[in-house]
């Protein structure tokens, strides 16, 4: 029999017991533990009712830290038209529109441990994160789920956005007459740049460090008339696609894109003519040209006006970022495609005039097809 300390044998000699044995000692704590009952009625603390019902907005469509939001808590939630659009960057219909299209994508089954979130509350915390570009912690408490539960749903959205909608609403123009633009003749689109702010990554971040002295990636993109996407590339360079040639003064003229200085001159890429003596019709080209272009920074301010996400430095993976800047254009193109609201306070004015922009050095000067190609288009315009 093991050996119980003097106050021990006190006790039970005091009280007339006989001495258990270790074996016998154990099991009256287990047993109490698996009988425990709860707590009188009398020492129960009294249930708290909040003295004044929560504010709209500040408690995250109804849903309290540590509750799982339903279906319901987004349409409950005292949300104005106005008030939407604040919120979510487009309107009702179009959140509708968008629930109905990816619901397949991101709604999941029920458990029995739990219940899943609805494609309603997964979309709405997305276009939370994307527009109001705030930190993963103020989701969280805004719609009552974890922390590594909205990264996954933003992965989860953005890329069914990217599977579903992007090929629907980022597609080439069907010819020249679709984009949009009077002149020059031929023009489908206008090609520009957007630096978007980075964290440093860990490995090759040297390689991200532009000449502005911050960490970015470059998202490039082409334009139409209207300042909708039809072609956007993250790090990639733009591709030239196969199109019929018309006749423009004696040239065959294919379907072309309009860069800045800094592009190359190619038989599909126009840009403007260098500074120098310069005639009257190329005087008037670089005219057309600079007008035609900034549908550019129009199409950029409208898109980081209306996502945040891409104004301030991203903390988001580098591997996923191509994915989330082209969810972003493309829920751009939806909403300027449904007539949305979009703010004038929004608006991102553009950083291109605070520096020039660098002329690419081709080394063989402009000549060949690609520059008679521009010449005949520079003939063909009128003052």
Request: glycine fraction near 10%; charged fraction near 25%; include cysteine.
């Amino acid at each position: 029999m093991a050996t119980l300390p003097h106050r021990l044998w006190r006790r039970f000699r005091l009280h007339g017991a006989s001495v258990p044995t270790a074996q016998a000692r154990r099991r009256p704590r287990i047993h109490s533990l698996r009988t425990r009952q709860p707590p009188p009625e009398s020492v129960r603390a009294p249930a708290t009712t909040p003295s004044h019902p929560p504010r709209p907005g500040s408690g995250g469509c109804g849903a309290r830290p540590g509750a799982r939001p339903s279906g319901d808590t987004v349409r409950a939630k005292a949300f104005g038209p106005g008030e939407w659009a604040e919120n979510f960057r487009l309107g009702p219909a179009t959140f509708d529109y968008l629930c109905g299209r990816l619901r397949g994508a991101i709604q999941r089954r029920d458990t029995n441990m739990r219940r899943a979130i609805p494609a309603e509350v997964r979309l709405a915390m997305t276009l939370w994160r994307l527009g109001a570009c705030t930190e993963y912690r103020a989701v969280e408490q805004q719609f009552g789920v974890s922390r590594s539960t909205v990264c996954k749903i933003l992965r989860d959205v953005c890329e069914a956005v990217v599977a579903i909608l992007t090929p629907a609403y980022v597609a080439a123009p069907a010819g020249p007459r679709a984009a949009g633009f009077p002149a020059p003749p031929q023009l489908a689109g206008v090609l520009g740049a957007l630096h978007i702010p980075i964290r440093a990554p860990n490995e090759n971040a040297a390689g991200y460090f532009n000449r502005r002295g911050w960490h970015s990636v470059v998202l490039q993109a082409a334009v139409d008339a209207r300042g909708c996407f039809w072609d956007v590339n993250v790090g990639c360079p733009g591709r030239q696609t196969d199109a019929p040639t018309r006749d423009v003064g004696g040239v065959q003229v294919p379907v072309y894109l309009l860069g800045g200085p800094s592009y190359p001159l190619l038989p599909w890429l126009m840009r403007p003519y260098r500074a120098g003596e310069l005639t009257p019709a190329q005087r008037r080209f670089n005219e057309y040209a600079a007008a035609a272009r900034t549908v550019v920074g129009v199409a950029f301010g409208r898109l980081r006006g209306r996502w945040r996400c891409l104004q301030k430095r991203n903390d988001t993976d580098v591997s996923f970022l191509p994915t989330l800047i082209a969810a972003c254009s493309t829920l751009h193109n939806v909403c300027e495609m449904h007539g949305d609201v979009f703010q004038p306070r929004w608006m991102v004015e553009e950083e291109e005039e605070e520096e020039e922009e660098e002329p690419f050095e081709d080394g063989e000067g402009e000549e060949g097809a690609a520059a008679e190609i521009r010449e005949a288009l520079a003939l063909t315009l009128r003052d």
